[in-house]
């Protein structure tokens, strides 16, 4: 609760050690991430930082969670680069977190481009982090672009990556979608598993297309794959 933290900080600060006075100012700035307060936060923050106390990592992705959730990262961090403030590695991954959870697939693609034209090398988490948020949000287009980056980042293709693009496309009910890239994994020799097959039956059901659906049902099981019940209400 913001209003009991501010209460204990006005309490107890002139009492608290000199070198624990920035450990103070950190809880309250974690109390208005925690509520999702990002103009307080940042208010919070930009006072922390007129009196000379560094705002720590981990209230720092508290922050940009807050700030995300608010809609508010992308122009905060517009703000930022602006002023000419770069961020190193470790804080980049944390605005991609905090685009992820946020469930913003577009923020988080977005940082994703920005990361590698800064010239940041880039692990196969990462990108499949931003696959996960376009999966939820039905953004296949954009999970196409981005396991093409990973891609030409020198990652391989894999199963667990289709299956997020096929995901992303599941919600759109557009198995069409899904169809180019089982022949990208055959191309890699790569076989389509239960998860991939779900996709395609519900993207298919979805539409309205029970042949279709129940085709794929029918060449998951041949294949001794298990479909989830629920793949194909």
């Not at 600060?13 to 809880?27: A, K, N, S, Y």
């Not at 299956?163 to 169809?179: D, K, P, Q, Y």
């Not at 309205?208 to 479909?227: F, H, I, M, N, P």
């Amino acid at each position: 609760n913001v209003d009991e933290a501010l209460a204990i900080f006005a309490q107890v600060e002139e009492t608290w050690p000199e070198l624990q006075r920035g450990l103070l100012h950190d809880l309250v700035l974690r109390s208005y991430g925690n509520a999702a307060d990002f103009s307080g936060a940042a208010a919070w923050a930009a006072k922390m930082r007129s009196q000379g106390f560094s705002v720590e990592p981990e209230s720092l992705s508290v922050l940009l969670d807050a700030s995300a959730r608010a809609g508010k990262l992308n122009s905060w961090l517009e703000k930022g680069r602006a002023a000419g403030r770069k961020l190193g590695v470790e804080k980049c991954r944390s605005v991609m977190r905090a685009f992820v959870n946020a469930e913003d697939a577009r923020g988080a693609a977005d940082w994703l481009q920005y990361m590698l034209g800064e010239g940041f090398v880039l692990d196969e988490e990462m990108y499949s982090s931003v696959l996960s948020a376009c999966a939820l949000r039905g953004e296949a287009q954009l999970a196409e672009q981005t396991v093409q980056s990973m891609l030409e980042a020198g990652h391989p293709l894999r199963v667990s990556s289709v299956n997020l693009v096929a995901e992303a496309f599941a919600r759109l009910s557009n198995g069409t979608g899904i169809l180019p890239w089982l022949e990208r994994l055959a191309a890699e020799a790569l076989d389509p598993d239960a998860e991939t097959f779900g996709c395609l039956i519900r993207a298919y059901a979805g539409a309205g297309d029970s042949g279709l659906a129940e085709r794929w049902l029918s060449t998951s099981t041949q294949r001794g794959l298990k479909v989830g019940v629920d793949a194909h209400v």
